[in-house]
Structure formats: C-alpha cells, structure tokens
C-alpha cells in the first residue's frame, strides 16, 4: 500500500520552530523528487520546497528562503522540513508529495494527507 505520512505539525509561537517529516512507504521514494507544499484556508496551494532524488539539489519559495532546510534520508525513506523562525502567515496544511519535478504539482505521483502547522501567540 502506498503511503505518505506527515508529521510534526502543531501550534507555534512566531520565531519558533518545527520539523516536519514525511514518511513514505510502498513505493521507492529514492526515485522520486519530494516536494514540499502547504494550502492555507481560502488559498490556493503552494510550493514550498522540493529536493532531488539523490538530494543534491534543493529549492525553495521566496516566502520561506533562508528560513526552511528541506532534506531527505533515503535509508529511511523519509523526508523532513525544518522550519525556523515561523511568522503567522506560515500557517497551513503542509503536504509532501513524491513527483518527476519540483514545484510542478501536476508530476507528482503520490499525496499525503498534511499535518496542520499554526503560528500563533
């Protein structure tokens, strides 16, 4: 069965941080480009970080550069999103997807279901 699971989400306060990971399983997530996205209510949903399938290369939105790290443990079939210094805009449904190109939502394979991250005091 073909599966990713987020996880790591919560309730933050701005500045502080999370990690998020993405597990995969029943498939081989090496062979793929994993991409960060996240929809917040009433938006649409946007690319926030992808990484190539060996992890040589990454890229990254605007609203979240030299803010978020994405990274990939293929040993682990695993991929994680470490998120520092949040601001209230930063809140939204963050979902992984396992796709053929990065920030191109229309390649990817496989979704998972999204863990909820909420920045606020």
């Known amino acids: 069965q073909v599966q990713l699971v987020e996880s790591g989400g919560g309730l933050v306060q701005p500045g502080g941080s999370l990690r998020l990971s993405c597990a995969a399983s029943?498939?081989?997530?090496?062979?793929?480009?994993m991409n960060w996205y996240r929809q917040a209510p009433g938006k649409d949903r946007e690319f926030v970080a992808g990484?190539?399938?060996?992890?040589?290369?990454?890229n990254y939105a605007d609203s979240v550069k030299c803010r978020f790290t994405i990274s990939r443990d293929n040993a682990k079939n695993t991929v994680y999103l470490q998120m520092s210094s949040l601001k209230r805009e930063d809140t939204a449904v963050y979902l992984c997807?396992?796709?053929?190109?990065?920030?191109?939502?229309?390649?990817?394979?496989?979704w998972g279901q999204g863990t909820q991250v909420t920045v606020s005091s």
């Open positions: 029943g498939f081989t997530s090496s062979s793929y480009v």
């Open positions: 997807s396992a796709s053929l190109r990065m920030g191109m939502p229309n390649t990817a394979r496989y």
């Open positions: 990484i190539t399938s060996g992890g040589a290369f990454t």
